[in-house]
């Protein structure tokens, strides 16, 4: 029986990593607000689909600069939402926007981009949140307690003796900051870091982003249908190796 008061640890969801030590916990005080998720302290491990969904958003916010993916899921709240996960500071993704991922799957390492302290090898986490308002940069009251996912697992002590939890930049929450996969395949990888290197972190937006590369928006439509016709084509070639 589940409990009536968390319509969510029923779903059976996969624990996003390897490892359980909670080194920030939800909704507590940071000098950007009330953190939205969990970060769990991993350093260059798998990182899981917690369930079956599609991938809407892949790629790097620029301002930090830290790499994400976030997944729109099956499953939905109880009033008919789907809920959406992110996972961010990986050092490496391994899934496309559109592409459908199974629970289990890997879709990335951990890492720690742009976590404090990378350059003396610290800050190594996954920063792990969920949202059942259909967006992709949620804020703190789009959120949903981790907990309720996995109520036994969140019972594990917690530790933050040395962690630096005022690793999010003010900008966090807008999207122009958050450069997708695919616009950074089509420029390309070097061009886009040298771009990157070229620009303070508040310089570093979706907009100047499309100015510097001549990316129109009708550019953008074009490059999303391709992207999408390339997702289909690989989840057709999924389910007929799952047969």
Do not use: C
């Not at 807008?174 to 395949?185: A, T």
């Amino acid at each position: 029986m589940s409990d009536p008061d968390d319509p969510y640890g029923s779903l059976g969801w996969r624990w996003p990593t390897t490892l359980y030590t909670i080194t920030g916990d939800y909704g507590e005080s940071r000098s950007d607000g009330r953190h939205k998720g969990i970060d769990i302290g991993v350093k260059l491990k798998p990182v899981y689909a917690v369930a079956d969904g599609e991938v809407v958003a892949v790629g790097e916010y620029t301002s930090a600069p830290i790499k994400y993916v976030t997944i729109k899921h099956d499953d939905e709240d109880p009033n008919g939402n789907n809920l959406i996960t992110r996972y961010l500071h990986v050092n490496d993704y391994y899934v496309s926007k559109y592409e459908n991922v199974s629970r289990g799957e890997e879709i990335a390492e951990s890492g720690n981009t742009g976590a404090p302290g990378e350059e003396e090898d610290r800050g190594y986490h996954l920063h792990f949140d969920v949202n059942n308002e259909n967006t992709k940069t949620p804020s703190y009251s789009d959120t949903i307690n981790p907990e309720f996912f996995w109520p036994n697992v969140l019972n594990f002590a917690t530790l933050t003796a040395e962690s630096d939890h005022d690793h999010f930049d003010k900008n966090i929450d807008n999207p122009e900051y958050y450069i997708d996969q695919i616009l950074i395949d089509h420029v390309g990888q070097d061009k886009f870091y040298e771009w990157m290197n070229n620009n303070e972190p508040d310089d570093r937006t979706l907009t100047n982003f499309k100015k510097h590369f001549n990316v129109t928006d009708k550019d953008i439509k074009k490059i999303d249908k391709e992207a999408k016709e390339k997702a289909k084509e690989k989840n057709k070639k999924k389910k007929l190796k799952n047969k």
